[in-house]
């Protein structure tokens, strides 16, 4: 059984108190505890942001390691056992660190969307101390919160201590989620398909989930349908008629007119406009979408399926409340996902020497990884990593980044007085990284 709102928040609260203060308990008897739960009780805020700990005992990375990534929701598992990713929206990361002499970084990746890198200050004297007062505290936000269903990474970088990392998480059973809100639109084309509907009987079914998952990869088994523009046209003289059923049930019916141009036209100016919104709430039990198209020859262009995605978390497969009035952040833009190439993945295993066309000593390692960015669509930033090799061309002895000399270039060690250039070699292109 569903719990409900109020059970869920008092659920809720009664497990961060259990895990903030089960030291403090056992000094109070149960008057003074009984007290102290109805004060925080009251000063509890409408939606209770949900908190996991992560200990990470004072854990040193050394700036010779280079990037280290943790993965976010192994750690959970492993340190609070069962954790239902699907459940919790990732809202904040707080990083309690501290560096060797302020040379180190911390910064938050959400779905391969990276939030902007925070510096991590920090002494040389109290880099040893494991006082938790030595420690700073450092916020995360994921770059698109509306998208944190998928993986959750930590990277750190630089001489830096690690005490704890503490996630914050909204509840998508509470309806908390900023995923509940925000409406996305995906488009599918039918490439000005031709439905001749005209005779009395005449209709065409559109199974508008089985398009989108065909079309996107994605199920929506959570989503409320918000609304569907049809993009269309029918021959001259005719009206066409096109009905929405949610389920088993008719959530709107409206008629489809003729386009501005002729029929026979491909040119995207000659067709019209249909907005159809359900006239009732989606259920989030995954019943069917279905377009019927009927009583006129109607051309399609494409169709614009506008949905709230996760509308619905649904334990025990009954629909929870999607009342969440979580505001939702900036989504992804040209700041947080630039188009071009990322190195998310240093090369590894050991160099290779080989001489370029013009002779000059280069050695290769393999294994390094680039995220290709591609841009915005759907609020979410499209991206595709390649597996690449790297390459740099040896200095010689005299500091020359045009060495022929055999003798600059080490096997299994690489160049051995430095390198002039390093370039990253994948399928979509060479680039020089830093």
């Known amino acids: 059984m569903m719990r409900s709102t109020a059970n869920c928040k008092i659920t809720t609260f009664s497990t961060l108190f259990s895990r903030r203060t089960s030291v403090a308990v056992r000094s109070f008897n149960f008057p003074g505890l009984a007290l102290v739960v109805a004060l925080a009780a009251v000063a509890m805020p409408a939606h209770a942001v949900e ?232 259920s989030g039990e995954g019943g069917r979408w279905v377009l019927e198209l009927r009583k006129a020859n109607i051309r399609v262009r494409e169709i614009l399926v506008t949905t709230i995605d996760r509308a619905y978390w649904r334990p025990g497969k009954q629909a929870a409340s999607a009342s969440g009035t979580a505001t939702p952040r900036a989504l992804c833009n040209a700041d947080n996902c630039p188009q071009g190439s990322k190195v998310t993945k240093s090369a590894t295993g050991p160099r290779s020497c080989y001489a370029s066309s013009d002779g000059r000593q280069i050695d290769r390692r393999n294994g390094a990884v680039v995220t290709w960015r591609e841009g915005c669509a759907d609020g979410t930033c499209q991206s595709r990593n390649e597996t690449c090799f790297e390459s740099r061309t040896c200095l010689c002895a005299n500091g020359s980044g045009r060495c022929k000399d055999v003798g600059s270039c080490g096997a299994g060690g690489g160049c051995r007085y430095g390198f002039a250039t390093k370039k990253m070699h994948c399928k979509s292109g060479i680039f020089e990284v830093n």
């Open 51 to 282: 908190r996991f700990t992560l200990e990470m005992n004072n854990l040193r990375i050394k700036n010779a390691e280079g990037e280290k990534r943790f993965n976010l929701k192994a750690l959970l598992k492993q340190q609070h056992g069962a954790f239902d990713d699907e459940r919790f929206e990732l809202r904040t990361v707080r990083v309690v660190a501290k560096s060797r002499i302020n040379n180190a970084q911390v910064r938050l990746s959400v779905n391969d969307i990276d939030s902007a890198p925070v510096d991590v200050a920090g002494t040389k004297e109290k880099f040893g101390d494991p006082a938790r007062s030595t420690f700073g505290r450092y916020e995360l936000e994921p770059a698109n919160p509306a998208a944190t269903d998928g993986k959750w990474w930590l990277s750190a970088k630089g001489a830096l201590r690690i005490d704890r990392i503490v996630l914050f998480v909204n509840d998508c059973g509470l309806g908390e989620c900023v995923a509940q809100t925000q409406p996305t639109t995906r488009k599918l084309s039918f490439n000005d398909a031709i439905y001749r509907l005209a005779n009395k009987d005449g209709t065409h079914t559109i199974k508008l989930r089985n398009e989108l998952k065909n079309a996107y990869g994605v199920s929506l088994a959570d989503a409320h349908l918000k609304s569907i523009e049809i993009v269309s046209k029918t021959k001259e003289n005719q009206t066409g008629r096109a009905i929405l059923t949610i389920g088993e049930q008719v959530a709107q019916r409206v008629d489809l007119p003729a386009g501005p141009g002729a029929f026979k036209s491909n040119d995207p100016a000659s067709y019209g406009s249909t907005l159809i919104e359900p006239r009732f709430q989606t």
